[in-house]
C-alpha cells in the first residue's frame, strides 16, 4: 500500500491516466446522449489529458509541487470542449492545495481532491448535478473521509472511485436527459478512467501505451524536406534559445497557419524551425515569445528558381559573406495596437470569409466535431494587434475554453457566448465602428446575437430513440435552437418543414450557409424552396464549407 507519493510517482500517475482515458475514449463518446455527428466528452477529455502527458514526459519534476504545477499550466492551455475546462480546474484546484508538498500523504492529496473541486464549482455558473462536478464532488467527499480512516494516498483514492462509481451510476436518475436516454454522465465517467489510471500506476500496472504521432514530428529530419512546388515564396530557417520551459505546439500551429514545409527540431535549450512562408518576419517576430532568436536564414525561393532557370547561380545567404560585412537581420517591429479586435471560431472556408468581411481579424478553426484548445484560442488572441479582443466561441462547447484566456493574456479578452455561427455573425453586424466603450459593444453583440434562431441540418452518427423519434443512423437530423426539431430519410422533408417553421415565427431574414458536402445546384434549390413556403423573407443562400452540417440556418 503506497502511502505517501513524489513528485515522480505523481507524474507517472498523471501520464498513466492520460493512457488510459485515450484507450477509453471512444466508449465515453458512445454515451453521447444526442446522437449527431461530435468528437465530444471523450475526445475532448483525452486531448486535454494528453496535452499534460507531453508536458509531463519533458520534465523530471522532483517534488509534488512541481509535478502537479506542470500537469495544472498544460491542462488549462490544452482544454478543449467544457469537459476539458472543467477537468483542468479539477486539476487547477488540486494544484493550489498541493504547493510547497514535496511528498504528499493520503490526508494531503484528499484535500487537494477537495480543493479541485471547489476551484470547478466556483468556475462553472450554473453547476449541474448528475455531471462530472457531481461525481468528482462525491468522490472527494469519501476521500476526505478516508484519509482519516487511512492515511494512504492508494487508499484514499481508491475509496474515492468506489464512492464515484456508485454515483456515476446514479446520474442517470439524476439528469433527465440521461435519464430519458438511459445512460450514465460521460464526462463523470472520464474522470473516473482518469482516476482508475492513476490508482493503476501506483499498483505498478502496465500502462497502455500513448500515441507517439506528435513526439515524432518533434525530432523530424530537416534533411528529408524534399523538392516541391513554390507555394510560399520565402525559405525560412532560424534558432531560437529557450527562455523557458514553455511548450511551443502554439507556435507550430502558428507557423502552420502561415507557411507550410513546416519542421521543427528541438531540445531542452534551444528549437529550430524550418518553415515556407510569405512573411518570415511574423514568423520571427512570433518567434521571440519563446526565446531568443540566434540565427536567421531567408531565401526566396522564386528568385532562386528564377536565376537556376535562366542557367545563373542562384543566390543565397552565404553571399552575404563575401563583402565582408556581418549582415543581421533587421528587428521585427512592434504592431501598433488598436483599441479592439475581433476573433471568431468557425469551420470551413465560406463562413471565415464571412467573419473575414465583416472585420474579424482573426480566425481559429474549429467547430462541432473539432473543438480547439485555449491554448489555439489564445495563440490568435495574441496574434491580433488590438488591447481588447473580442472571441466569438459559436460553439457552447468551445465557451469555457475561450473564456479561460481571460486569465492567460495580457490583453483584455471579452467573450460573447455565441453557441451557433449564426449568432457570431449577428454578433458582428451589430458591432460599431466608431464605438469606443468596451462595454458598450459587448451589450450590442450580446443583444443581437440572442435575436438569432439557429437552425442546422446533420445526420444521425448511430441508431437512437430520442424525444419520440425512432432515430436511424444515417438519417437526416434538423435542429433547431440545438434541440431535436425532426428527422427524416430526405433532405428535402426536413429543410420544408423548416421552411415552414421559419415562416411561422415572422422571420424576415433567413441565410442559408450550406456545407462543404452538398452542391451549389442543391444549395440553390433549397433557397428556392424557402422562398415559396417563407414569401415574406429575404432568403440569402451562401457557401460556408463548413463540415459536419449540410446546412446551417439563420431565421431573423
Do not use: W
Not at 535549450?269 to 532568436?293: C, I, M, N, S
Not at 451589450?443 to 446533420?458: F, L, P, R
Amino acid at each position: 500500500m503506497h502511502d505517501t507519493i513524489t513528485g515522480p510517482v505523481f507524474q507517472e500517475m498523471l501520464i498513466f491516466g492520460a493512457a488510459s482515458i485515450a484507450k477509453e475514449k471512444q466508449s465515453i463518446n458512445d454515451l453521447n446522449v444526442f446522437p449527431v455527428p461530435d468528437g465530444d466528452t471523450g475526445t475532448n477529455m483525452s486531448l486535454t489529458m494528453h496535452a499534460a502527458a507531453q508536458e509531463l514526459q519533458k520534465r523530471s519534476p522532483a517534488t509534488v509541487d512541481l509535478a502537479s504545477s506542470i500537469t495544472a499550466s498544460a491542462l488549462l492551455r490544452g482544454a478543449r470542449g467544457n469537459s476539458g475546462v472543467i477537468l483542468s480546474l479539477l486539476f487547477r484546484g488540486m494544484s493550489k492545495s498541493l504547493k510547497g508538498c514535496v511528498t504528499a500523504d493520503g490526508c494531503t492529496f484528499a484535500a487537494a481532491m477537495q480543493e479541485g473541486v471547489s476551484a470547478a464549482y466556483n468556475a462553472v455558473m450554473k453547476p449541474a448535478e448528475g455531471t462530472i462536478l457531481t461525481v468528482s464532488r462525491l468522490a472527494a467527499d469519501r476521500a476526505m473521509a478516508a484519509s482519516a480512516e487511512k492515511n494512504s494516498v492508494e487508499y484514499v483514492i481508491e475509496q474515492a472511485i468506489s464512492q464515484g462509481e456508485e454515483t456515476l451510476r446514479q446520474t442517470v436518475d439524476m439528469n433527465p436527459v440521461l435519464k430519458k436516454a438511459g445512460v450514465v454522465d460521460a464526462g463523470g465517467k472520464g474522470f473516473l478512467v482518469i482516476l482508475k489510471g492513476m490508482l493503476a500506476a501506483l499498483r505498478g500496472e502496465t500502462m497502455p501505451t500513448l500515441e507517439t504521432e506528435h513526439a515524432a514530428r518533434d525530432k523530424a529530419d530537416f534533411a528529408s524536406v524534399g523538392d516541391e512546388d513554390i507555394t510560399f515564396a520565402f525559405d525560412t530557417v532560424f534558432i531560437v534559445r529557450r527562455i523557458d520551459d514553455r511548450s511551443i505546439e502554439p507556435f507550430r500551429e502558428f507557423l502552420n497557419g502561415i507557411g507550410d514545409s513546416l519542421v521543427i527540431g528541438e531540445d531542452d535549450e534551444a528549437f529550430k524551425v524550418h518553415v515556407h512562408t510569405d512573411t518570415p518576419g511574423v514568423a520571427l517576430t512570433e518567434a521571440q515569445r519563446y526565446g531568443t532568436l540566434e540565427l536567421a536564414k531567408i531565401e526566396n525561393m522564386r528568385t532562386q528558381a528564377e536565376d537556376l532557370a535562366a542557367g545563373r547561380k542562384a543566390q543565397s545567404t552565404d553571399d552575404l559573406e563575401e563583402d565582408g560585412h556581418d549582415h543581421a537581420a533587421p528587428a521585427p517591429q512592434p504592431q501598433e495596437l488598436k483599441p479592439f479586435g475581433f476573433l471568431a471560431v468557425c469551420a470551413g472556408d465560406g463562413l471565415a470569409a464571412v467573419f473575414a468581411d465583416l472585420g474579424a481579424d482573426g480566425i481559429v478553426n474549429g467547430g462541432q466535431t473539432m473543438n480547439p484548445s485555449t491554448e489555439s484560442i489564445l495563440t490568435e488572441v495574441e496574434r491580433i494587434a488590438a488591447e481588447t479582443v473580442f472571441v466569438l466561441p459559436n460553439n457552447k462547447n468551445i465557451v469555457m475554453a475561450a473564456q479561460q484566456c481571460a486569465g492567460l493574456s495580457e490583453k483584455k479578452v471579452i467573450v460573447i457566448p455565441t453557441a451557433t455561427v449564426p449568432q457570431g455573425i449577428s454578433a458582428m453586424m451589430a458591432v460599431d465602428p466608431d464605438e469606443t466603450d468596451a462595454a458598450a459593444i459587448e451589450q450590442a453583440m450580446n443583444a443581437a446575437a440572442s435575436a438569432v434562431t439557429t437552425a442546422q441540418i446533420t445526420y444521425a452518427a448511430r441508431n437512437s430513440e430520442f424525444d419520440g423519434f425512432a432515430i436511424r443512423e444515417g438519417d437526416y437530423l434538423a435542429l433547431l435552437e440545438g434541440k431535436l426539431f425532426d428527422t427524416d430519410t430526405s433532405i428535402g422533408a426536413v429543410l420544408e418543414k423548416l421552411a415552414a417553421e421559419a415562416d411561422s415565427r415572422g422571420a424576415e431574414f433567413v441565410n442559408l450557409f450550406y456545407g462543404s458536402d452538398v452542391s451549389e445546384e442543391d444549395a440553390q434549390k433549397a433557397g428556392e424552396q424557402f422562398g415559396r413556403l417563407c414569401p415574406g423573407a429575404e432568403i440569402n443562400v451562401v457557401s460556408g464549407g463548413q463540415p459536419v452540417y449540410y446546412y446551417i440556418i439563420s431565421m431573423e
